[in-house]
């Protein structure tokens, strides 16, 4: 089945680094992505992986395992407008593309 | 800069009533995506269109529930009869299915069904 699972909240400190965990399972993997939501707004886009290794991009980098089912978005010198929730979504094909959002990571930068 | 837009942006009805949700995707994208959120749930795909043909529906109830993009520059979701615990915010986004397949969202529309 599909199932994707992400921490309900985490708390960090101004200028610190985080890392947001991600595990999926499902069939026919065809990439991973990862948005940034904030209250009361739409999802934005952060970063894409398809295959195995670190993206980097600015302060903000993800990593995907295809073997293990696992990925993590990193975030460096944590400002307080990186408070949000963190969105994991994986999309299979069976056929035709499936889109699978994990319910998001909520994110609290403390000062 | 290019944006999708929604309409409307907050939508009350009584239980019942017909919900026509539109979107217009930016200009130029290939797919189309209408997304169900709520607390409980989170994001939920509902339908896909790939160049204006339905790609994928499965996740959406069929017999209330449906979506059509009558031309390239608008997408409809419609819900008859709707009920309350059709509330939630619907998105809809747009994007090209090559490259890094990114999604650009709409604003939502809030939903809520008394």
């Known amino acids: 089945g599909q199932n994707i699972d992400q921490p309900t909240e985490m708390t960090a400190t101004e200028g610190a680094i985080v890392q947001i965990n991600c595990t999926y399972q499902?069939?026919?993997?065809?990439?991973l992505f990862w948005y940034q939501q904030h209250a009361g707004e739409a999802p934005t886009f952060l970063s894409y992986n398809v295959l195995d290794g670190l993206e980097e991009k600015g302060r903000f980098s993800s990593f995907l395992s295809r073997s293990k089912g696992y990925s993590y978005l990193l975030l460096k010198e944590l400002q307080m407008k990186d408070s949000a929730s963190y969105l994991c979504a994986v999309r299979e094909t069976s056929g035709t593309y499936k889109y699978i959002f994990g319910t998001g990571t909520r994110l609290k930068v403390l000062a | 800069d290019a944006r999708v837009t929604q309409t409307p942006r907050d939508k009350v009805t009584e239980m019942g009533q017909e919900v026509t949700m539109r979107c217009q995707p930016i200009l130029g994208h290939n797919t189309v995506f209408w997304y169900r959120q709520t607390m409980m749930q989170g994001l939920e795909l509902l339908a896909y269109?790939?160049?204006?043909?339905?790609?994928?529906d499965s996740g959406m109830p069929k017999d209330r529930f449906s979506a059509e993009m009558p031309d390239a520059t608008l997408a409809t979701l419609k819900i008859q009869p709707s009920e309350p615990r059709d509330s939630a915010v619907y998105f809809c986004?747009?994007?090209?299915?090559?490259?890094?397949?990114?999604?650009?969202f709409g604003p939502g529309t809030r939903l809520t069904v008394l």
């Open positions: 269109f790939r160049n204006r043909a339905p790609l994928d």
């Open positions: 986004a747009s994007g090209r299915d090559y490259g890094n397949n990114e999604q650009f």
């Open positions: 499902t069939s026919g993997f065809n990439g």
